[in-house]
């Protein structure tokens, strides 16, 4: 069965400094890996995502994320937050064989950006 | 081009009350799924649809029921409301279940 581990619940950073959220994952084969953004009051939104070819993959505002497949790790980086980055962040991930259960989520980490 | 679009946002219900819960998408995607995100759980999957007539069970199934009579529509039945429902719904779409998925703006249920 597969099953995504976020460590992080919530992480409090002031404007400017950098982040790493990380992200495990379970799961015996191939995989596809995404990072959703939750603002407050909103729905979820793609960050980025990884299916296949370089595993270092960038995303919108300035969030990049590298697939790290012996670690079974997708960590999420931002080199200088914002407050505007203070939201609730989701790792998941999608095994690609056909049997494959369907997307499943980490249960997510909050950051908090203080200006 | 809309997106996927639910209703209502916000709905109180007492306990043993049924209510659909609406969600359409104009993609033309094939792949739709109901979550509900409960706080420290992440999303937990529902019900998902594969296509027009066909559904099947997610994580989380007990207590709600699901239809997929067009590749459009995606509605969420609660047979019978309890407090444990109180959450919130999020409905989504992408192209197959290995793709990206496009969320809807959620529905806050509250379930007394």
């Known amino acids: 069965a597969q099953s995504v581990s976020q460590h992080n619940h919530h992480v409090i950073l002031s404007e400017a400094a950098s982040l790493e959220l990380g992200c495990n994952y379970s799961?015996?084969?191939?995989?596809?890996l995404f990072w959703y953004v939750q603002y407050p009051g909103q729905h979820l939104q793609l960050l980025l995502k990884y299916f296949s070819g370089d595993p270092l993959v960038k995303g919108i505002k300035g969030f990049e994320a590298e697939f790290i497949k012996s670690k079974f790790s997708f960590n999420l980086r931002k080199p200088s937050v914002q407050w505007s980055d203070t939201a609730e962040y989701f790792c998941a991930v999608n095994g690609r064989s056909g049997s494959a259960r369907q997307l499943t989520f980490g249960s997510g980490t909050q950051l908090t950006v203080l200006p | 081009n809309a997106g996927v679009t639910q209703t209502p946002k916000f709905q109180v219900l007492k306990t043993g009350q049924s209510m659909t819960l609406q969600c359409a998408q104009d993609?033309?995607?094939?792949?739709m799924s109901w979550y509900r995100q409960d706080p420290g759980m992440g999303l937990r999957l529902i019900h998902y649809?594969?296509?027009?007539?066909?559904?099947d069970q997610g994580e989380v199934p007990n207590g709600y029921n699901v239809s997929r009579s067009t590749t459009e529509d995606f509605p969420l039945r609660l047979l019978s409301a309890a407090p444990s429902q109180t959450s919130v719904y999020f409905c989504?779409?992408?192209?197959?279940?290995?793709?990206?998925?496009?969320f809807g703006p959620g529905t806050r249920l509250t379930v007394l």
């Open positions: 649809s594969v296509g027009a007539g066909i559904t």
């Open positions: 799961y015996g084969g191939t995989v596809n």
């Open positions: 989504a779409s992408s192209y197959s279940k290995f793709n990206e998925q496009f």
């Open positions: 993609m033309n995607h094939e792949y």
